[in-house]
């Protein structure tokens, strides 16, 4: 195994960011991106924390641009950051067989970074990656090219901010990264490697993993319903909250997700989710959290969000449960417009 070498796929916010951190800890960093992102790597790249109003640059990495050339080359751990639905269109589909083609074999870990309901069990059959080796988790910090169109902008940046190619902001609710606690062994590798990079890491059962990463998307169907307003107060007033915490509810009782996610479904009453979500965004300071949300959660992954609120409706109809504010959510959310 290539000790302390790392491949990242992809080099979006979530893939920079984890792989800055990486690198951190003394890893070696290889990006597998597309040939028009090459351009933009082949100078360092600057990172602003916004917590923390400073400036880091880092071009100590390698830029692989076809996955051919991953043939023969050795790995600890493979980052695989494309969102849900990217990793299950033909493009990323192909991305992924062709990593596992040439990596399953070696002996390297692989992180799945995306969420959704099936998402594992399509990269392992995809890749035909070994499960003891395949591992899930994402990332809890808030990052973004400032440069985007729509990106969000802190109270008070200045031309740090506006200069870096990423900014991002430590986790608001104390995890930098969430990790999936199975295959153990790997899962304690890989929480350990994240922390000597400086991250605060938490490990958490398969079930909670999936169940509550799986149920964020109703608090987005949320905002999108609200029609994106400034504050999370706004969309807790709005009418379709209601309608997104009943929900929230019904996935947490999905059967896959066993008795902890019936007793969370008790617990996260719709005060209890207006509570952690308006103290997510007040810990998300000075980054606008609506604002990130609506550039993040509501463009760029809005397709993964309203595929896993689908795969939830579908894995609790097959089952036999009613899923009435699911089913009224989902229908509600898919007749919107995307967002300009």
């Not at 790597?41 to 400036?55: E, F, H, T």
């Not at 949300?293 to 036999?320: S, W």
Request: charged share 20%.
């Amino acid at each position: 195994m290539g000790e302390n070498r790392v491949l990242v796929v992809g080099a979006g916010a979530l893939g920079l960011t984890a792989g800055y951190h990486l690198a951190r800890a003394g890893a070696q960093v290889d990006f597998l991106v597309r040939p028009h992102r090459r351009a933009q790597l082949a100078r360092p790249q600057r990172l602003y924390r916004i917590d923390g109003d400073s400036v880091e640059t880092w071009g100590d990495y390698g830029v692989v641009e076809d996955p051919v050339a991953l043939a023969g080359r050795r790995y600890s751990l493979v980052l695989l950051t494309l969102d849900g639905a990217t990793c299950r269109t033909a493009a990323g589909s192909a991305t992924v067989a062709e990593v596992g083609r040439h990596l399953a074999a070696s002996g390297a870990r692989l992180l799945v970074c995306g969420v959704g309901l099936g998402l594992y069990e399509h990269v392992r059959d995809t890749a035909r990656w070994p499960e003891e080796r395949l591992l899930e988790g994402t990332m809890g910090m808030l990052a973004y090219a400032p440069g985007a169109p729509g990106a969000p902008r802190p109270a008070g940046a200045g031309e740090a901010h506006d200069r870096a190619d990423l900014a991002y902001r430590r986790g608001p609710s104390g995890a930098d990264f969430l990790v999936a606690g199975r295959p153990r062994r790997a899962a304690k590798a890989l929480a350990a490697l994240l922390a000597q990079g400086g991250l605060a890491v938490r490990v958490m059962p398969v079930r909670l993993y999936r169940m509550f990463t799986s149920a964020f998307c109703t608090q987005v169907a949320a905002c999108d319903l609200a029609g994106w307003p400034a504050t999370v107060e706004e969309v807790i007033a709005s009418s379709g909250w209601p309608l997104a915490a009943r929900a929230h509810r019904e996935i947490l009782r999905l059967p896959q997700f066993g008795w902890p996610g019936k007793l969370a479904a008790l617990a996260m009453g719709e005060r209890r989710q207006a509570a952690l979500f308006a103290a997510t965004a007040q810990g998300a300071a000075p980054l606008d959290y609506m604002a990130f949300m609506r550039f993040h959660h509501g463009v760029k992954v809005r397709a993964q969000n309203q595929r896993i609120l689908a795969d939830c409706l579908a894995a609790g109809e097959r089952a036999g449960l009613t899923m009435p504010a699911s089913r009224e959510l989902l229908d509600r959310w898919r007749a919107l417009p995307a967002p300009a």
